[in-house]
């Protein structure tokens, strides 16, 4: 038995085990020499490729090892779940392309998050930078199919309705709408287990709850992300792919679903958030090493949302650690203050098993969700507030009921520390304030 297709056309055989063993989650550095930037050929503009992921922010994006029938539809739907994509050149005898964002925070979003998670398109590993260049100027004459496609995906983004007489799918440039994916198996020549599923999806993000079931005597199963830019990733590389040589195609399709409920963790269902749920009747009871992959999980989900945010004007990279669980000192013991016991912490959101905090896990962005707001608390308060953690409000908005509220930062890094300094801040009247990162904007 042959294993999963990642790096080429499906059906081509490949060695055994590629993509559940393969690693999408460390961040190559780039090594780029000055290149030309041409449209057509002819083009003299010269872009030279930054050393380093973490260079200088620009809102123009360089794009490399690229698959060479890559579409621009595929390129434009990397920049689509993190704002509007405004440009866009393909220098396709270079598999290599530029996408300039709406704004330069979108770029910074985009940048910070594919840092943790490898972006694949057609199964192959392609990486993402800043370019040197902060608006990208390209001749449209020269450049009219990119500009068409462009032009299209905008349209579809505006009206929210289906082109006609476009070759633009909408299914493929839209940002996900729900981080729940059905899948379809077909060509299920050999079986497909709820674990095989979890290692090939879990390439692309944190896997948070898997359902598995038959239906028109086809092998189904619903996967839920932590993010809906997981799901849109994991759609656009595994869609039609082959878990084995030939045989069983994935079909990968949005689930209407924005939740799954799973009541039993077994071998048709699992929820990775819920390590306490009974096994239901009949079934056996979880692996100890399946029920460590709850723990694991949680794990890759911080992992994947902070590596490669900047806090205190450095850039956080995480990686998992080879030690299983932090060693508090015996008690009695002065460790200097080392280490930190947070589990009765109210700091702590995850205390209690199956909370809907788990369902409310995004990675950091420039919007504060705010809640447990009293009601003498008004903006102004809060604007001041949050002003005094060293950064600028942009912008705010209170939910109807004025218990909870939106607020913007100036950027992604005073927002992680507005975060850190006012989650838990007694607000009196016995409210303390909750501060978690929204996936909304204002």
């Avoid at 929210?160 to 899948?183: F, H, M, W, Y």
């Avoid at 975060?419 to 204002?442: A, C």
């Amino acid at each position: 038995m042959d294993g999963i297709v990642t790096e080429v056309a499906v059906g081509v055989k490949r060695g055994s085990d590629e993509l559940l063993s393969g690693s999408v989650l460390s961040s190559p550095n780039s090594n780029m020499s000055s290149m030309v930037v041409t449209a057509n050929g002819n083009d003299s503009k010269k872009f030279k490729g930054e050393d380093k992921m973490d260079g200088a922010p620009s809102r123009v994006l360089h794009i490399r090892k690229l698959p060479g029938e890559v579409t621009e539809t595929e390129v434009i739907a990397l920049g689509l779940p993190f704002g509007k994509v405004t440009n866009i050149l393909m220098l396709k005898g270079k598999n290599q392309a530029f996408l300039e964002l709406a704004t330069e925070e979108a770029a910074i979003t985009m940048v910070n998050y594919y840092s943790a998670v490898t972006p694949h398109l057609r199964n192959q590993p392609i990486y993402i930078q800043y370019s040197n260049h902060k608006e990208l100027k390209t001749d449209n004459t020269l450049n009219q199919r990119a500009q068409a496609v462009l032009q299209a995906v905008t349209a579809v983004q505006t009206a929210n309705t289906p082109l006609s007489g476009t070759t633009v799918s909408e299914s493929a440039v839209t940002p996900a709408q729900s981080p729940v994916l059905r899948i379809i198996i077909d060509n299920m020549y050999y079986p497909v287990t709820l674990d095989v599923l979890h290692q090939i999806f879990s390439k692309f993000g944190a896997v948070l709850k898997i359902i598995t079931f038959t239906k028109n005597n086809q092998f189904q199963a619903l996967l839920q992300y932590g993010d809906p830019v997981n799901a849109q990733q994991a759609k656009l590389a595994l869609d039609g792919q082959n878990i084995y040589n030939a045989c069983c195609t994935l079909r990968i399709d949005f689930s209407k679903l924005v939740n799954l409920n799973v009541k039993y963790n077994n071998d048709k269902s699992r929820d990775y958030t819920r390590p306490d749920l009974p096994s239901g009747d009949g079934q056996p009871a979880l692996d100890p090493a399946i029920a460590a992959a709850f723990a694991k999980e949680t794990s890759l989900l911080a992992m994947n949302h902070l590596n490669g945010q900047k806090m205190y004007g450095k850039i956080i990279r995480v990686t998992l650690s080879k030690h299983q669980t932090v060693q508090l000192p015996r008690e009695g013991l002065d460790d200097q203050g080392l280490t930190k016991d947070f589990g009765n912490s109210p700091l702590h959101r995850f205390k209690k098993p199956g909370s809907k905090n788990f369902q409310n896990i995004f990675p950091p962005s420039a919007t504060l969700h705010l809640s447990n707001i009293p009601p003498s608390v008004a903006e102004e308060d809060l604007r001041t507030l949050f002003a005094n953690t060293g950064g600028t409000v942009k912008a705010f908005k209170f939910f109807q009921d004025h218990k909870m509220a939106l607020l913007q930062m100036a950027t992604v890094e005073e927002a992680i520390q507005a975060l850190i300094d006012l989650h838990n801040y007694n607000l009196g009247e016995n409210h303390h304030l909750r501060v978690s990162f929204s996936k909304s904007t204002i």
